[in-house]
């Protein structure tokens, strides 16, 4: 970590989330998406992402939110992000996605290790910002622990 992180932030269950900025691709509307049978309920359908079939990931379900209702404001935030040593495409659900902002290292701090409804572990960092609390997700620690991640992806370099 450097000291500033570029973050797009997004809302889940009434909560504020952050995504380094450089592995966000897109922003999409919500889209048709197919489930797959036997798949870890984190990641259990597909979309198609520009002719390419990539897993679709629900980050409540990881947090153990539940999952939600779509809405007007709800969107997919497709990343890259590197698994098993190899980029991949995946989709994320957002209830709501707000802005790409900085969030100074001044501002975070580590995670506390008792006093939070969620597992510690899938916390890489929280920050404080205008009295609101941000959560910056271990996208490693949850996609090994609850997707699978061998399997549950599309490596970018398979056709």
């Known amino acids: 970590m450097g000291e500033a992180w570029q973050v797009l932030t997004f ?14 691709r897109e922003v999409l509307d919500l889209m048709p998406e197919t489930a797959v049978p036997g798949a870890a309920p984190f990641v259990s359908a597909v979309i198609n992402f520009r002719g390419r079939v990539i897993p679709l990931a629900d980050l409540r379900l990881a947090f153990e939110m539940g999952k939600g209702a779509a809405t007007i404001d709800s969107r997919v935030v497709v990343i890259e992000y590197e698994l098993d040593g190899a980029p991949a495409l995946i989709g994320l659900r957002a209830d709501k996605v707000h802005e790409v902002t900085t969030i100074e290292m001044s501002e975070t701090e580590d995670v506390p290790r008792v006093g939070l409804r969620w597992r510690t572990d899938f916390i890489r960092r929280l920050a404080k910002r205008d009295g609101d609390l941000i959560v910056v997700p271990d996208l490693d620690q949850i996609f090994t622990t609850r997707g699978g991640a061998r399997g549950a992806v599309v490596p970018l370099t398979t056709a």
């Open 11 to 24: 809302d889940l269950a009434g909560e504020t989330f952050a995504l380094e900025a450089g592995h966000v």
